[in-house]
């Protein structure tokens, strides 16, 4: 709770927020990932977060010649150029 009130805090935004914030995020359709992606990532990098053996074989279909660096959250520095501990 705490580190979800300190996320509002940094983007300015207010605690009442944290209320609707799942609701919002759980609203966001296909379609408007799909437009994000083809207005914002344009053959940078990306990272997706969760678990990675529930769309493995999704992201191997879809992005057959990409390659997929897993990271395991406990191996995981956000402060490091590679992401890695």
Not at 26 to 55: C, P, R, W
Not at 58 to 68: C, E, G, Q, T, V
């Amino acid at each position: 709770m705490a580190n979800a009130l300190g996320d509002l805090y940094a983007f300015g935004l207010p605690p009442s927020e944290l209320n609707s914030y799942v609701n919002k995020v759980n609203a966001i359709t296909d379609e408007q990932i799909k437009d994000l992606a083809s207005d914002y990532l344009l053959g940078g990098d990306f990272i997706i977060v969760g678990d990675y053996s529930i769309f493995r074989d999704d992201l191997a279909k879809r992005f057959p010649n990409m390659k997929i660096d897993v990271i395991k959250a406990d191996e995981l520095d956000l402060s490091k150029d590679n992401l890695r501990k």
